[in-house]
């Protein structure tokens, strides 16, 4: 995935997908809280049955997709919550402190044995610091996962539940050394072209989760999981319902991979469509001062993006998973012909949503007619019996 990253970035056809920023003053603060964390959040005090990885994006201060967990399984979940890149929840704990420690201390050895930078630069023209990624990422994960071992250890933990498998693959592979069983809960748009749940053929795959539990029905066979992953549906108890809709409001709904580019897009929509209030909506990790919309254009940063769909009548975006829920609210779908639409390939080709073709044709942007697919009632309740 990092490499990925890197590989679209450097090409020019994406931007960072969450870019964080610190100033000196922000990183010695994430230091002191480290350094404080150590005894106030230790997770190895205590004793638990199971352990649940939130998500790091908390809208209003809400977790939204392991909330009804949480409550679920009550007193007997260690909830570990990073406070690195946002605010951790209130009575979490966190193993910060080590988590950068083991990514500060690495060989700053460039070795790439296997000549991948090379093979990928022949193939792309792209040059990605592949051995860098290696000294750096493969030593830290080994720490980590030799730690988190011992927690598992220390708790006799049942179950982990976790969302974005992927960037906790330490954690996933801790757990799997020793036999416990992995969850994972949905959180965003899978598709064939996502490397974090895509494996065409559905190989064996290492340090993968035993199941994932989705929206609905539509994520469990878009891409090929890795072999011997299970998938349930447990829907979304985090929507609301979709309320009174605005004929005039147009949301974009923007993502740091196609920002600018989708900006370009909503001031074009908005000068073929004057009578549409047209809203662009930042992702949470995005910064208000990188853009600069012409008149007719008015950017949103606060509220809740879920009550703002369930009041717009129409969205556009790329690939965000924010599209699908649109969807689900009722909202008219259009997706901006950027690098990324291939995500919603399917949603399209059923006739839930539309490539727009030109800025004038949004208002013959389709409603999806069957979105309990993409997000079914709640379930999730019956799948969760606490320990």
Not at 132 to 152: S, W
């Amino acid at each position: 995935m990092r490499v990925f990253h890197e590989l679209t970035r450097r090409s020019g056809i994406h931007g960072v997908p969450h870019p964080v920023r610190r100033s000196a003053g922000d990183k010695a603060g994430l230091i002191g809280r480290h350094v404080a964390g150590l005894v106030t959040r230790n997770p190895f005090f205590g004793r638990y049955s199971s352990m649940v990885v939130p998500h790091p994006r908390k809208p209003d201060g809400i977790e939204i997709y392991t909330s009804e967990l949480r409550a679920a399984l009550g007193s007997s979940a260690l909830i570990l919550d990073s406070g690195i890149n946002g605010v951790p929840l209130r009575g979490s704990r966190n193993l910060d402190f080590f988590t950068s420690a083991a990514g500060a201390v690495h060989s700053r050895s460039a070795d790439d044995p296997l000549g991948i930078a090379s093979a990928l630069s022949a193939l792309t023209g792209v040059s990605v610091p592949v051995g860098a990624l290696l000294a750096r990422e493969v030593p830290k994960h080994l720490r980590l996962r030799a730690l988190y071992r011992r927690l598992l250890k220390r708790h006799d933990i049942k179950t982990v539940y976790v969302v974005v498998a992927y960037f906790h693959q330490h954690i996933v592979g801790a757990a799997r050394d020793l036999g416990i069983r992995v969850v994972e809960l949905q959180h965003g748009a899978i598709s064939p072209f996502h490397l974090g749940y895509s494996y065409p053929g559905r190989p064996v795959v290492a340090d993968q989760p035993d199941e994932l539990w989705t929206f609905g029905s539509y994520w469990s066979s878009v891409a090929d999981l890795p072999a011997g992953m299970q998938t349930s549906v447990v829907g979304s108890p985090y929507l609301p319902a979709a309320g009174p809709k605005d004929p005039s409001l147009a949301v974009f709904l923007s993502q740091g991979t196609t920002g600018g580019d989708l900006l370009n897009v909503a001031e074009s929509v908005a000068k073929a469509n004057p009578s549409l209030r047209v809203l662009f909506r930042l992702h949470p990790s995005e910064h208000a001062a990188d853009y600069n919309p012409s008149a007719g254009v008015q950017l949103s940063t606060s509220g809740n993006t879920l009550d703002l769909l369930a009041k717009a009548t129409y969205q556009v975006g790329v690939s965000t998973t924010a599209l699908f829920e649109g969807m689900a609210l009722g909202c008219r779908t259009a997706v901006a012909n950027l690098p990324g639409h291939e995500y919603l390939a399917g949603p399209i080709a059923a006739g839930h949503a539309t490539l727009l073709a030109a800025p004038d044709h949004l208002t013959t942007a389709p409603l999806c007619p069957t979105p309990d697919i993409y997000y079914a009632p709640n379930s999730l309740p019956h799948l969760v019996h606490p320990l």
